[in-house]
Protein backbone atom coordinates (compact mmCIF):
# COMPACT_ATOMS: atom_id res chain seq x y z
CA UNK A 1 0.00 0.00 0.00
CA UNK A 2 2.92 1.99 0.80
CA UNK A 3 4.13 1.50 -2.31
CA UNK A 4 1.01 2.27 -3.92
CA UNK A 5 0.77 6.07 -2.06
CA UNK A 6 4.25 6.74 -3.30
CA UNK A 7 3.68 6.16 -6.72
CA UNK A 8 0.45 8.19 -6.72
CA UNK A 9 2.95 11.01 -4.85
CA UNK A 10 5.44 10.68 -7.66
CA UNK A 11 2.86 10.69 -10.30
CA UNK A 12 1.28 13.70 -8.74
CA UNK A 13 4.93 15.49 -8.32
CA UNK A 14 6.04 14.78 -11.98
CA UNK A 15 2.48 16.26 -13.18
CA UNK A 16 2.83 19.66 -11.13
CA UNK A 17 5.95 20.00 -11.79
CA UNK A 18 5.35 19.68 -15.79
CA UNK A 19 2.31 22.42 -15.29
CA UNK A 20 4.76 24.58 -13.33
CA UNK A 21 7.13 24.46 -16.46
CA UNK A 22 4.09 24.66 -19.12
CA UNK A 23 3.34 28.20 -16.73
CA UNK A 24 6.64 29.57 -16.75
CA UNK A 25 7.20 29.05 -20.19
CA UNK A 26 3.75 30.56 -21.16
CA UNK A 27 4.87 33.52 -18.56
CA UNK A 28 8.20 33.95 -20.14
CA UNK A 29 7.17 33.48 -23.92
CA UNK A 30 4.04 36.09 -23.85
CA UNK A 31 6.05 38.96 -22.98
CA UNK A 32 8.10 38.13 -25.69
CA UNK A 33 5.38 37.62 -27.56
CA UNK A 34 3.96 40.66 -27.31
CA UNK A 35 6.76 42.47 -28.14
CA UNK A 36 7.73 40.62 -31.55
CA UNK A 37 3.52 41.46 -32.28
CA UNK A 38 5.03 45.08 -30.76
CA UNK A 39 8.03 45.41 -33.36
CA UNK A 40 5.81 43.60 -36.35
CA UNK A 41 2.98 46.40 -35.95
CA UNK A 42 5.33 49.14 -35.85
CA UNK A 43 7.02 47.99 -38.61
CA UNK A 44 3.54 47.48 -40.54
CA UNK A 45 2.72 51.10 -39.47
CA UNK A 46 5.75 52.37 -41.15
CA UNK A 47 5.32 50.72 -44.56
CA UNK A 48 1.49 52.18 -44.46
CA UNK A 49 2.74 55.54 -44.12
CA UNK A 50 5.01 55.06 -46.98
CA UNK A 51 2.45 53.79 -48.82
CA UNK A 52 0.43 56.69 -47.72
CA UNK A 53 3.44 59.18 -49.53
CA UNK A 54 3.30 57.07 -52.43
CA UNK A 55 -0.71 57.22 -52.67
CA UNK A 56 -0.53 60.95 -52.23
CA UNK A 57 2.26 61.70 -54.42
CA UNK A 58 0.26 58.96 -57.24
CA UNK A 59 -2.97 61.01 -57.07
CA UNK A 60 -1.93 64.68 -57.28
CA UNK A 61 0.32 63.73 -60.43
CA UNK A 62 -3.12 61.94 -61.88
CA UNK A 63 -4.80 64.70 -61.09
CA UNK A 64 -2.52 67.49 -62.47
CA UNK A 65 -1.97 64.98 -65.66
CA UNK A 66 -5.93 64.80 -66.11
CA UNK A 67 -5.92 68.41 -65.38
CA UNK A 68 -3.34 69.40 -68.22
CA UNK A 69 -4.23 67.18 -70.39
CA UNK A 70 -7.74 67.93 -70.96
CA UNK A 71 -6.67 71.58 -71.61
CA UNK A 72 -4.14 70.12 -74.26
CA UNK A 73 -7.03 67.99 -75.91
CA UNK A 74 -9.43 71.18 -75.86
CA UNK A 75 -6.93 72.82 -77.95
CA UNK A 76 -7.32 74.05 -81.88
CA UNK A 77 -4.54 74.52 -83.84
CA UNK A 78 -5.28 78.41 -83.79
CA UNK A 79 -5.26 78.36 -79.80
CA UNK A 80 -1.35 77.49 -80.56
CA UNK A 81 -0.50 80.81 -80.92
CA UNK A 82 -2.22 82.12 -78.05
CA UNK A 83 -0.06 80.59 -75.73
CA UNK A 84 3.09 82.09 -73.75
CA UNK A 85 5.71 79.92 -73.99
CA UNK A 86 5.65 78.56 -70.39
CA UNK A 87 1.84 77.28 -71.42
CA UNK A 88 3.27 75.71 -74.90
CA UNK A 89 6.39 74.34 -73.43
CA UNK A 90 3.98 72.46 -70.61
CA UNK A 91 1.80 70.87 -73.14
CA UNK A 92 4.35 69.70 -75.67
CA UNK A 93 5.90 67.76 -72.55
CA UNK A 94 2.86 66.17 -72.31
CA UNK A 95 2.35 64.49 -75.35
CA UNK A 96 4.48 61.50 -74.85
CA UNK A 97 3.88 61.17 -71.22
CA UNK A 98 0.94 59.59 -69.10
CA UNK A 99 -0.18 58.88 -65.29
CA UNK A 100 1.60 57.36 -62.44
CA UNK A 101 1.10 53.63 -61.37
CA UNK A 102 0.72 52.95 -57.73
CA UNK A 103 3.38 50.65 -56.17
CA UNK A 104 2.75 50.32 -52.29
CA UNK A 105 5.16 48.86 -49.91
CA UNK A 106 4.08 45.87 -48.51
CA UNK A 107 7.13 43.60 -47.05
CA UNK A 108 6.12 44.12 -43.77
CA UNK A 109 2.04 42.97 -44.09
CA UNK A 110 3.50 40.34 -45.85
CA UNK A 111 6.17 39.28 -43.15
CA UNK A 112 2.64 39.82 -40.84
CA UNK A 113 0.37 37.06 -42.50
CA UNK A 114 2.69 34.70 -43.56
CA UNK A 115 5.06 35.06 -40.22
CA UNK A 116 0.73 33.55 -38.33
CA UNK A 117 0.71 36.82 -36.00
CA UNK A 118 -2.74 38.25 -37.11
CA UNK A 119 -4.41 36.27 -34.61
CA UNK A 120 -2.65 37.72 -31.69
CA UNK A 121 -4.08 41.11 -32.79
CA UNK A 122 -6.40 41.86 -30.11
CA UNK A 123 -8.52 44.48 -32.21
CA UNK A 124 -10.35 42.17 -34.98
CA UNK A 125 -11.25 45.26 -37.38
CA UNK A 126 -7.57 46.09 -37.44
CA UNK A 127 -6.49 42.01 -38.08
CA UNK A 128 -9.22 41.49 -40.62
CA UNK A 129 -8.07 44.90 -42.50
CA UNK A 130 -4.25 43.64 -42.55
CA UNK A 131 -5.85 40.41 -43.74
CA UNK A 132 -7.72 41.78 -46.49
CA UNK A 133 -4.70 44.61 -47.70
CA UNK A 134 -3.23 42.73 -50.30
CA UNK A 135 -6.22 40.96 -52.05
CA UNK A 136 -7.55 45.00 -51.93
CA UNK A 137 -4.62 46.14 -53.57
CA UNK A 138 -5.11 43.08 -56.27
CA UNK A 139 -8.21 44.70 -57.47
CA UNK A 140 -7.18 47.59 -58.70
CA UNK A 141 -4.42 45.92 -60.84
CA UNK A 142 -7.15 45.61 -63.59
CA UNK A 143 -7.26 49.23 -63.51
CA UNK A 144 -3.37 49.57 -63.55
CA UNK A 145 -3.32 47.79 -66.46
CA UNK A 146 -5.89 49.31 -68.76
CA UNK A 147 -3.83 52.60 -67.57
CA UNK A 148 -0.10 51.13 -68.85
CA UNK A 149 -2.26 49.85 -71.91
CA UNK A 150 -3.63 52.76 -73.04
CA UNK A 151 -0.08 55.01 -72.58
CA UNK A 152 1.27 51.90 -74.63
CA UNK A 153 -1.32 52.42 -77.56
CA UNK A 154 0.01 56.23 -77.32
CA UNK A 155 3.16 55.41 -77.46
CA UNK A 156 2.76 53.64 -81.10
CA UNK A 157 2.92 57.13 -82.01
CA UNK A 158 6.32 58.13 -79.81
CA UNK A 159 8.30 58.46 -82.96
CA UNK A 160 5.95 61.01 -84.51
CA UNK A 161 4.61 63.02 -81.08
CA UNK A 162 8.68 62.66 -79.93
CA UNK A 163 9.65 64.61 -83.28
CA UNK A 164 6.66 67.21 -82.54
CA UNK A 165 8.06 68.07 -79.40
CA UNK A 166 11.81 68.21 -79.39
CA UNK A 167 11.35 70.63 -82.91
CA UNK A 168 9.36 72.56 -80.81
CA UNK A 169 11.11 72.69 -77.67
CA UNK A 170 14.00 74.01 -80.55
CA UNK A 171 16.99 71.27 -79.41
CA UNK A 172 18.86 72.57 -82.24
CA UNK A 173 17.67 76.11 -81.63
CA UNK A 174 20.12 79.20 -81.21
CA UNK A 175 20.22 80.85 -78.08
CA UNK A 176 17.08 83.45 -78.23
CA UNK A 177 15.59 82.04 -80.90
CA UNK A 178 11.92 81.83 -80.54
CA UNK A 179 9.78 78.66 -80.77
CA UNK A 180 8.54 77.65 -83.88
CA UNK A 181 4.74 76.63 -83.09
CA UNK A 182 4.44 74.62 -86.40
CA UNK A 183 5.10 71.67 -85.01
CA UNK A 184 2.62 72.17 -81.82
CA UNK A 185 0.11 73.07 -84.06
CA UNK A 186 0.65 69.53 -86.49
CA UNK A 187 0.56 67.97 -82.69
CA UNK A 188 -2.53 69.87 -81.50
CA UNK A 189 -4.91 68.81 -84.98
CA UNK A 190 -3.65 65.11 -84.74
CA UNK A 191 -6.91 63.63 -84.63
CA UNK A 192 -5.37 60.10 -83.81
CA UNK A 193 -3.35 61.71 -80.96
CA UNK A 194 -6.15 63.20 -79.53
CA UNK A 195 -8.24 60.23 -79.14
CA UNK A 196 -5.23 58.51 -77.41
CA UNK A 197 -4.84 60.76 -75.22
CA UNK A 198 -8.63 60.96 -74.08
CA UNK A 199 -8.89 56.98 -73.89
CA UNK A 200 -5.50 57.27 -71.73
CA UNK A 201 -7.04 60.07 -69.73
CA UNK A 202 -10.14 58.43 -68.79
CA UNK A 203 -7.84 55.70 -67.63
CA UNK A 204 -6.17 57.64 -65.37
CA UNK A 205 -9.77 59.04 -64.01
CA UNK A 206 -10.84 55.20 -63.26
CA UNK A 207 -7.79 54.63 -61.26
CA UNK A 208 -8.15 57.49 -59.69
CA UNK A 209 -11.25 56.55 -58.38
CA UNK A 210 -10.15 53.28 -57.22
CA UNK A 211 -7.11 54.69 -55.14
CA UNK A 212 -9.41 57.21 -53.37
CA UNK A 213 -11.33 54.38 -51.64
CA UNK A 214 -7.96 52.81 -51.18
CA UNK A 215 -6.82 56.12 -49.62
CA UNK A 216 -9.94 55.88 -47.38
CA UNK A 217 -9.35 52.40 -46.47
CA UNK A 218 -5.34 53.23 -45.57
CA UNK A 219 -6.22 55.73 -43.53
CA UNK A 220 -8.57 53.99 -41.28
CA UNK A 221 -6.14 51.06 -41.04
CA UNK A 222 -3.55 53.73 -40.02
CA UNK A 223 -6.01 54.83 -37.43
CA UNK A 224 -6.40 51.61 -35.70
CA UNK A 225 -2.82 50.71 -36.01
CA UNK A 226 -1.99 54.14 -33.72
CA UNK A 227 -4.77 53.04 -31.15
CA UNK A 228 -3.09 49.45 -31.16
CA UNK A 229 0.11 50.57 -30.58
CA UNK A 230 -0.66 53.16 -28.09
CA UNK A 231 -2.21 50.48 -25.80
CA UNK A 232 0.60 48.38 -25.35
Sequence with gaps: MSRLVGS????????????????LDAWWDDPQEQNRLH???????????????????????????????SRLI??????VTSLDDADAVLLAQLLPTGGLTFDPVLGSVEALISGGQLHRIENVELGSAIAAWPARLDEIG?????????????Q?????????????????????????????RLAVADVEMKNRLAAHRFAVVELGRELGAVQAQLDQILALLDQALERE
Excluded at 41 to 48: E, G, I, M, P, T
Excluded at 142 to 154: C, N, R, S
Design 8 to 23: VREVFLIVVGILIAFF
Design 39 to 69: EALAAVRKDFLATQVELTTVLEANERYVREV
Design 74 to 79: RLEADD
Design 142 to 154: EDQEILIDTYMAQ
Design 156 to 184: ERSVTLGIYVLQFLGETREPGEAHSRDQL
